[in-house]
């Protein structure tokens, strides 16, 4: 099992990744320490791994909120479900909320616990390899508005991740798929040597194996969590993160949250952004099409759908990431140097939306 | 105009006190950073003030949620609301929710304000006595749950807190005694001498007399800034501003929110921790009598509603003060001299609690 700190001073925590680790009873009774324990699961996920997990917590008072699945219910009415099974259990400031599924899971399951009496632990056992690299590191936590993604939420650490790989063995391969962009992101902005390895190693972790998958989480976690370390609050460069985001939420919201899984508006997004890197003269021809080689291989879409420029542009300006009304954007100026920019030609940005949104002649 | 400073280190902010405070354009947009603004205001209040406020924020892009007036209204779907107006204004992370009114609209505009985009600032001006001295310092912010009052919040400090003593001209009587009932408790908490100044000028502060007011909410905010600058968190200290409360909780959840006024209650409850006190030798029947005295020249009800002393247990039992079980309350050791203690033999709280919600025979 690999154990990785992440260092948050009084809000550190670890993350325990490897094959297996949900039937480790005395792991899972150390990682979730409190005698109150609300899981909060969804339909797809609980019936494969709810039992075990309630094993492993034996003795403890264990209840649980079923969730339906999918980014469409991740909102304030169903995060009001998560509240009442915690009330209607009368949990106490002392009770821990456990996360067992995907990212939707962690950031509603999260959420509840910031707010639930104005914060209670929560604990996240990821069974999406895009909830074990992006959700389980960085403390963002909350739902969508049916106007634009997380615009409601919270930052709450968790106690403590448990990454069990052996869950990625029942995960729809898409999803797979749409975790992997998010691990070929981490390369891009702050890796070039990761890209390189996740290269000569993307079909094995296509192949679910486990070293390689152990390898490619570990890696992710510590990326972000570098990131994350220097600037828990968002205010400059965990901006990096965000690349793809931008694009990718423009697509998101134009196809209505679900048709779209957000590794893959992530894929998209970070396809564009590399785009426009070239057209500002950041990036050579050459590394935008590695970067859109390893998309592909990775079984990634790349084709955005044909909203037009013009609205892409409006779902983007309603995106978190703009300040004061000027849309930044994070870049490439290589790869692996990933770069947050306000200051870019206007029409740099109109080409490229034309050339992904536009529909072709 | 007097002005307080809270001092929580990057989150300090002050509180201005004084009339004619909503007249003073520079002092408001001093107070009020952004440019874009939200204010949030009830049906009660937005009639009387919304229009004044406005024309001090003049040259800002304004707008307004106003929400039903109430505190069953101070719940997730109103809160709703309230992310609506944010994001259909595309409000950004820059932009700064005002609360307009008493402690409801605070209470929910700084939450909307601690979740929208993961926070974003917030500016308090309160219209009602018991927000003026209570909901302005501690920053605690949430709704209801149908099934127990502020169970889902968040902690987020105002960026600034203008209190206009000229509102509480128009400030029901009966809210105005509620308000009083906080004053009260400070002095019987932490400051003896406050509670003799209060009841050698409880005639003027009943009559509204200006400098009486001030002075009654300026020295309410400093004893809560100094128990909360010790305990932002609320882990020890910080308790004691809980005097009345958890009894007081057992009535308002009883009755149903708006029966009882959040004051009334706090009054009637501060009532039965100093009659607990008495029994447990703490405190004198003198002292008993000296509360009960000041409470009822405050107009404020004594009377609890004869739910039975095992229903106000358990409606106790689900308040957030309890600690693995346990009913921890606030109980006075002497006039100024609250404690925390779980420590009490359970049947004089049950005497406590037959005295006071027991029907007579």
């Known amino acids: 099992m690999d154990r990785l700190r992440i260092e948050l001073g009084p809000r550190s925590y670890p993350i325990l990744i490897g094959p297996g680790l949900l039937g480790q009873a005395p792991l899972l009774a150390e990682a979730i320490a409190a005698r109150d324990v609300l899981v909060v699961s969804n339909t797809t996920v609980a019936p494969l791994y709810l039992a075990k997990l309630e094993r492993g917590l034996e003795g403890k008072r264990v209840a649980a909120a079923i969730l339906p699945d999918g980014e469409q219910f991740k909102t304030l009415e169903t995060l009001a479900r998560v509240f009442d099974a915690l009330v209607e259990r009368r949990m106490n400031r002392d009770a821990c909320v456990v996360a067992l599924g995907g990212g939707v899971v962690g950031d509603m399951a999260g959420f509840a616990a910031a707010c639930y009496q104005r914060g209670v632990d929560y604990v996240q056992v990821p069974t999406t390899l895009l909830a074990q690299v992006d959700s389980s590191v960085g403390g963002k936590t909350g739902v969508n508005h049916r106007l634009g993604k997380n615009l409601i939420g919270a930052f709450h650490q968790p106690r403590a991740v448990i990454s069990d790989t052996d869950t990625l063995r029942t995960l729809d391969p898409r999803e797979l798929r749409a975790g992997l962009a998010e691990v070929i992101k981490y390369g891009l902005i702050a890796d070039e040597p990761f890209l390189a390895w996740l290269e000569a190693n993307l079909d094995a972790l296509l192949a679910l194996d486990p070293s390689v998958l152990a390898h490619a989480i570990r890696r992710s976690c510590e990326v972000k969590a570098e990131i994350v370390a220097e600037d828990e609050r968002e205010h400059g460069r965990r901006a990096l993160l965000n690349l793809g985001h931008t694009f990718g939420h423009a697509i998101e919201t134009a196809t209505g949250y679900g048709e779209w899984l957000h590794g893959e508006a992530v894929g998209a997004g970070m396809f564009m952004a590399a785009?426009?890197?070239?057209?500002?003269?950041?990036?050579?021809?050459?590394?935008?099409?590695?970067?859109?080689?390893?998309?592909?291989?990775?079984?990634?879409?790349?084709?955005?759908?044909?909203?037009?420029?013009?609205?892409?542009?409006?779902?983007?300006?309603?995106?978190?990431?703009?300040?004061?009304?000027?849309?930044?954007?994070?870049?490439?100026?290589?790869?692996?140097?990933?770069?947050v920019e306000g200051d870019y030609p206007a029409e740099a940005l109109q080409a490229t939306l034309a050339a992904h949104f536009e529909a072709r002649a």
């Open 275 to 339: 785009d426009l890197s070239r057209r500002l003269g950041w990036l050579a021809a050459a590394d935008v099409e590695r970067v859109r080689t390893l998309l592909a291989r990775a079984g990634l879409p790349l084709e955005a759908p044909r909203i037009g420029a013009a609205r892409a542009l409006e779902l983007m300006g309603m995106d978190k990431k703009v300040l004061a009304g000027r849309i930044r954007l994070v870049l490439l100026r290589g790869i692996g140097a990933g770069v």
